[in-house]
């Protein structure tokens, strides 16, 4: 029995004690450490300024709920051994480990046909070796092979601690209160029946309200368009870059980075690229960018300052896509403004889709009176679902200000 | 110029100034001291126990979100006279002065046909006497008088202060943090078209995400079956109380309440009446309810019994009405235990009845893009506004714990 | 075990969990419920309008806080049973059962020699019988019998739980935010050693910031001289009509109240004493004070139309006692303004006496990290608590605002 | 007028509008936007790991403090015309420009003997020329030569809203809520008086409680053990880095950073310093220390290592100077364990001294009720003043765990 109390300070959720020694030993881990430089909302904090947030603490704060969710169910009845609930703690802390830097959608560029899901078990094996198999059982929840279902549920679906983590935690860091979900609330009305996860009959507005919170984070927040283009502005540059180099530019290059800009072939991690891999973060992907404001390339150079002096093109939005007439339009005057050939290389058009509530792939249960697992849109008490399970499509047109009179 | 400056501590809105002269004056006046002993939220704190907050704190909050509504209208360009600022937030200030303890339910009982907002009226003109007719263009505006119409709908509409104000208090006072609406970024979206209050095309998901936390706190908590059921057993031992008094009992009651149990013209507001009207606050009423514990008759001292030592009945809630036979048999059942034949006077049916958004009443004005003015329901961007459109009823159905074995 | 958590809202705590059934239980019987009816700082709200919070929610409050401090001495391996926690907390859940209306100061005039301490001990020894000697412990605990001593220590000593809820919870609903302290750090900082409450070495700074929060909570708020005056009419009033009463004159009062002002004798606390104790509240004391604004006798209608209504008397606040000279002036003054020839019944000289860390009665305990128990002032680390110790009085004196010009 | 609020989200205070278009402009400037990637506490977020915000932030927070005092004085009557709020807003907002990547510390290493608000002039006169001499002003605000001399004490003193904003915000992210100063009351005491900032009389628990929490803020988080030692190293690691460099080893050195390191004078800041300070950032130090855990030379690849995978040196901490003894025991512990004989370069002693109130340096000044300015120590209700005024010394030594068995 320690006499000593291990405390992480958040200011999300209070103080965050850590339970077992093995989850202190991870986050100690140089893997878990890299967290520290990667932001959770990319550059966000362009839009933001407060956004400045890291995966780092937001695994932290997902690992608190998760021990918050086992105490209530225990409470409720539900019977979880200390090593379930060390595994899932793990699990969750671990969830993110093979993020790359900034947004998912810099994976593909940089290690191909590496899903960060793919690249975080990858590394939970490997911590796995280093804590001599301690980590089996938390694997197994991760991958959705532990036989209770819901300890997979509480990781990964439309009622996660994820989910509850990130939500709070970017609404807190935004200053955006409208995200600022009930997480006691919501776990507090959380349940197991038939092993599966379900949440009491009453909570049902809580259920609700945390889809249309979430709704409003998204089209407010994640999917701003200013937002939206920052992150769409990643993606090109990176691979400006990456084509560039495939021309035989030399792009000055952080060494980091370089290595993932010039190999090809990522079929299968070496353990080189494990190694290069877990070195990367955000502060790579930055000094590129800062480097590459002075390359001879125009849409490489225009981009990088444009993050850097944050001086981001004109956005439109609209709930259709932009005629070939209207887009046609701006690149003759992006061609005649610069004195360039090539004008569709500054415009894009970005499309940002969502479903706030996906019945099909992951309905949410309720367990209603008669102790009945139903699902949320069957309630007869619903009045949100139907809305909430609405898609949505938006599409941002971004081009050059400077044609703007 | 004053060289100290006058201030309330509100720790919903923090620091609240009180600007113009009138505004203290009539803060201070007698009529609005009442406040202090009216519960905003009336017998909520039976079930939420933070609820205690008074209308006094209220009408002082939504003072001040008229002041930053009018602050950020100004800085939109809305010209706005210090004679206008100074009538809309008296206009609000005084907007619930004529509410009587507890609950709007009480107000049928005790002054028969005389509605809160009838009754704020005549003590606003009674107010302008005293203050020599600085409250008139207050009261024009109260009335929906005034010329430029979004004075009033910044008091009374579907997005008025008075909402915002109460959303926010009530959610702060419960702990019920979905309800926890964001004032300030609503009011920044306010603009002014035609004269009438509209929203800024983006705001769309806030007003939505309004409605919806609206929506929740009315079911999750001024709806809450318990909370429904304590401000119904209010009305219910008036009315006994009442009727009791017109069968010739002699019932031991508080001299403020017994003015109004006993007298039974009200169709003209006499000097009496107001000054006796002024007088009454929710320390009466408990009072009352307090002494009538120990009355004869079963049904009043069964219920004031029941709010005072909060053993309330139990509840059942449904969608749809209760069949006669299920209450039927609640009644037969009630007389076996009792020992009694007049069963149904301890079965309640209680409805309660939501329209989030009501858009035939009073529609919700966006401003698009091309500076139009729109409805809400009407925008290509629209998500929640239809289910929010729907109506919900709920049925809630009590009786005693007695007959539960 | 329960399927079903029984969980109470606290805008200050968060979600309170009941884990054992007679905590629900005590919290339903009516001698608990009447703390719903007692605020929980006297007339505060006159001063800070949102102080309207109650006894009741305090009480569970600290009870809540009990639970952490014992879940966080357990996690650094000091044995605690199922039973102490319970009884830890029953007993400051209990701690001011006997609290009567308002402020300690009316005590002395209801049931004279009768301390709320003692009332509250009575009151729990009624409830043991209730429950069947439950309650044993919890009466040991709360009389410092228990032969551990940092239970005692935790229900009543300068760092108990029940300073920690007040002051956190006195700031929140005043909006005083200096005095938001930070409990759940102070309560990691929390051990055990030779069975004595202690503060782990490193938590100095936090009990020293909580000393001088205490401080400020002091002189800003429970001291505030207009607070200081409220409180202290309430003692007049009381007082007044005592006397009258004893000289004969006919007061009409609430039948509650009326007992606790004809009777004389308590010093045995009869059946009928605690049947009618356990029924006054806050109400019965407003009524009081409401109807005797109609009363002859001058000086206790002042005063009541002064709490009433707001208009309280002028207050002047010194370091030093007022002189006699300046006193007479007053009296002299108020006279001459209404005609009379007892002035010096309308002239008051409150003082108010602060020693913020009281050394001698009961010092603080560090544990340094040769873990020896230390006296927080004989730490090499204390920076403010020398200054703390030292004792501070302010003067206030209050006359009527008529007999300024 | 603008029919369009600049706003932008701050956790902190809420929306901070952008009154004055120039001020805009200003933010929008890549010298400003470069404080995006400069985190305001350095490696603070080692420790708390939600303190990731930026000076970016800080400065729009203390320049929206400066309105809220604007308007606060203007309504105790001082005037202050628009010109002047304009130019303190300016002030404010650029007070920190020239601040380099992390800690002050570092400044004297990158470009020897300037202090960063020698940089903050210089970049200010810049942009000033940029803005065609609409700064004017503002810079003689900051340095102290406006006539009324306020402004400066505003911009710059133990009370100015530099302060006030970055002990908030630091407590707001760090999650050390006893930091968490109330900076609307704190100014809404703010006066004027000879043209000199006081605050009023009865503020003085409030300033006294500024101090504490300030003081608190400083033992408990900036001169938090492990916080000292990170940015110790930081320093340590860049002198390091210069002295190989300048006995010429060869490091690999992000461009940015390597200006500094390898240029000798900076006695004159030519264009060419200006325009690569203006470069540099948090992530060209981060980079560098990324590199240099693979340099050869052992001290300097210890550290970095240390840093970027927080496996941070022990500390010990003492109230007096650690003795020669000790220390020798630890060198020959490390020369021992690392089979090294330079020892003395793996300890070092961090020395941390603060004098609370500095009532020499620069006083805070009261305005009593006779309307005279005294100083805070000089007042009858000072408690905590005297110990606030006295300073306190810490003693750090660090040394590789590797030498504690």
Redo the contacts between chains.
């Keep these: ?5 291990k ?6 959720h ?2 965050i ?1 850590i ?1 077992h020694e093995i989850l202190f030993d991870v986050l ?1 881990h ?1 893997y878990f ?1 890299r967290l ?2 990667t932001a959770q909302t990319g550059l966000l ?2 839009i ?3 956004a ?3 995966r ?2 937001h695994a ?1 704060g997902a690992m608190h709920l998760m021990f918050t969710a086992i105490e ?1 169910l225990r ?3 539900v019977e979880i051994s200390k090593e379930e609930e060390k595994s899932a703690m793990l699990a969750i802390l671990l969830h993110d480990i093979g993020h790359g830097p900034f947004s998912h959608a810099l994976e593909a560029i940089l290690m191909e046909d590496w899903h960060h899901e793919k690249l975080s078990l990858l590394l939970m094996n490997k911590l796995n070796e280093t804590f001599s198999g301690e980590l089996d059982t938390a694997i197994e929840m991760f991958r959705g092979k532990y036989h209770r279902r819901f300890f997979n549920q509480l990781i990964s679906s439309q009622l996660d601690v994820d989910r509850l983590d990130y939500l709070k935690r970017d609404s ?7 995200g ?3 997480t ?2 919501i776990i ?1 009305m959380m ?1 197991v029946a038939d092993d599966e996860l379900v949440i009491d009959d009453k909570g049902i ?2 259920i ?2 945390f889809l ?2 979430r ?2 984070m998204y ?2 927040v994640y999917y701003h368009k200013t937002a939206s283009l920052a992150e769409f502005l990643l993606v090109k540059i990176l691979n400006r870059a990456k084509q560039l180099i495939s021309e035989g530019y030399e792009l ?1 290059t ?3 980075l370089k290595y993932f800009l010039y190999k090809k072939n990522f079929k299968q991690a070496s353990e080189e690229d494990i190694s290069k891999f877990t ?1 990367l973060d955000d ?2 992907v ?2 590129a960018i ?2 590459w404001q002075d390359e001879a390339d125009m849409v490489l150079s225009y981009y990088c300052k444009a993050i ?4 981001l093109p004109k956005t439109l939005s609209s ?1 259709e896509p932009f005629s070939e007439a209207f887009i046609g339009e701006k690149i003759e005057l992006i061609n005649h403004h610069f004195g360039i050939g090539y004008g569709e290389l500054f415009v894009d058009e970005i499309y940002r889709h969502l479903t ?1 509530y996906d019945r099909e792939k992951q309905p949410i249960y309720l367990l209603n009176r008669e102790r009945k697992k139903i699902r949320l849109e069957d309630s ?2 619903q ?2 679902s ?3 399970a ?1 898609s ?1 499509t938006k599409y941002i047109l971004s081009f050059p200000r400077e044609i703007l009179k």
Tied chains: 1, 2, 3, 4.
Excluded at 1 to 5: A, I, R, S, V
Excluded at 172 to 178: A, L, P
């Design positions: 029995m320690l006499n000593k109390l405390i992480i300070n958040d200011p999300v209070g103080f004690k339970p100690e140089r450490q520290r430089r904090s362009l933001f300024p407060g400045t947030h890291t780092f603490h932290i209530t409470a409720k009845g807190f860091f935004t200053g955006v209160s409208e600022n979900i009930n006691q609330r507090s349940n507005y809580s609700e309200n249309a919170a709704m409003l089209w407010q000055d952080p060494k980091n070195a502060t790579d930055l000094q800062k480097l850097i002096t944050r001086k709930s706030p007869e008490h009045i949100l139907d809305s909430l609405k949505t």
